[in-house]
């Protein structure tokens, strides 16, 4: 799996953290925090990032930007990462960030025409008392920072298209879970939180037996015993 730096002792400022959620297999909501990073992207760098990145900043050959980009957006360039962070160069590592979703990524020239700065989010979570404390001393500081591929984790399986074609297999075998687009008896839409159903996810209500759906199928008679009273006839006119 490829990392976001090849080369350890990253320089990486954290501008500034934000607050959000997402929703992870087999759980309810998590909340996350989104650290907003920047790093004087020179040359070295970006020949150490994934195949690219380089060739879209700099020319071929020396330290010279191209001069055609001001800015280039990239698509998600890694699996999730483990970040250790250090407070400087010369020390030693004092914290691990596991499972950590790189996105967000583009380069701008900086204020020199030699370099790019590159901005990219970096969100993990959840975070305990001493994770926010340590991302808080970060904030609108440097750090040191080594980037390597975190292990696969079964809660984050659901950015897998395989995994998303068993979710739809066993959805058939599983009545109560369709229609997805519908409602759960206490109103919330299927598949997202509901306090009051079972497991904390809201379930479609389970189908009516097959006798209740022919009779809703089968159209009332107009008249009882099929066949309509004989009265008399009415008058017409002409």
């Known amino acids: 799996m490829a990392r976001l730096f090849t080369v350890n002792k990253i320089p ?6 934000t607050h959000e959620s997402e929703v992870r297999r087999g759980e309810n909501r998590v909340k996350i925090a989104v650290l907003h990073c920047t790093i004087a992207l020179t040359r070295q760098y970006a020949a150490a990032m994934p195949d690219g990145v380089l060739r879209r900043l700099y020319q071929s050959t020396g330290d010279e930007v191209d001069p055609m980009t001001l800015r280039h957006d990239f698509p998600t360039l890694c699996d999730r990462q483990t ?30 025409d030699r370099t790019f700065v590159l901005h990219f989010k970096a969100s993990f979570g959840p975070l305990s008392s001493k994770d926010w404390e340590f991302v808080d001393h970060w904030r609108t500081t440097q750090r040191i920072v080594n980037f390597t591929a975190a292990q696969h984790e079964l809660e984050f399986d659901l950015a897998d298209p395989d995994a998303d074609d068993e979710d739809e297999d066993d ?27 079972e497991g904390g996810t809201a379930v479609a209500p389970p189908a ?7 009779h809703a199928r089968t159209p009332q008679r107009r008249h009882p015993n099929g066949r309509k009273p004989q009265g008399q006839r009415r008058p017409t006119t002409h």
């Open 208 to 214: 009516p037996p097959q006798d209740e759906r022919e």
């Open 12 to 17: 990486i400022s954290l501008e500034k953290v």
């Open 171 to 197: 959805d058939d075998a599983q009545p109560g879970l369709q229609p997805v687009d519908g409602t759960c008896t206490h109103g919330c839409r299927v598949g997202e939180a509901c306090a009051d159903c």
């Open 83 to 112: 970040l250790t962070v250090a407070a400087s160069p010369d020390s030693e590592p004092t914290k691990a960030l596991d499972q950590v979703r790189i996105y967000g990524l583009y380069a701008k020239r900086g204020t020199t």
